[in-house]
């Protein structure tokens, strides 16, 4: 699983019709301590609702196609997790409000 925070959405109008009314989530992996972004994006396959902004755990390879929303679909990346905190050596680094 990688930590990565909603930056932002995806709209695809034209799209293979195995993937029609499944949100589509811009990700930007992010170091867990900093909560710095990484410059570095992936676009995921959404099956637990998460919002832009949120912190989430998600999937890539095989394993993204095991959701109930993912089942079958054309994927390599699905977001699994919203994150409610992050904790290191004691400290918690994230909380969600």
Do not use: C, W
């Not at 095991?66 to 918690?92: C, F, M, R, Y």
């Amino acid at each position: 699983m990688i930590i990565a925070r909603v930056v932002g959405t995806v709209v695809s109008s034209h799209k293979s019709p195995k993937i029609e009314g499944i949100t589509l989530l811009l990700l930007e992996k992010i170091d867990p301590v900093t909560l710095k972004g990484k410059n570095d994006f992936v676009v995921s396959m959404d099956s637990v609702g998460a919002g832009v902004g949120e912190i989430v755990f998600y999937v890539s390879g095989s394993s993204a196609r095991l959701t109930e929303v993912t089942n079958g679909k054309p994927t390599d990346s699905a977001v699994i997790a919203i994150i409610d905190s992050i904790e290191k050596d004691g400290n918690h680094t994230y909380q969600k409000n």
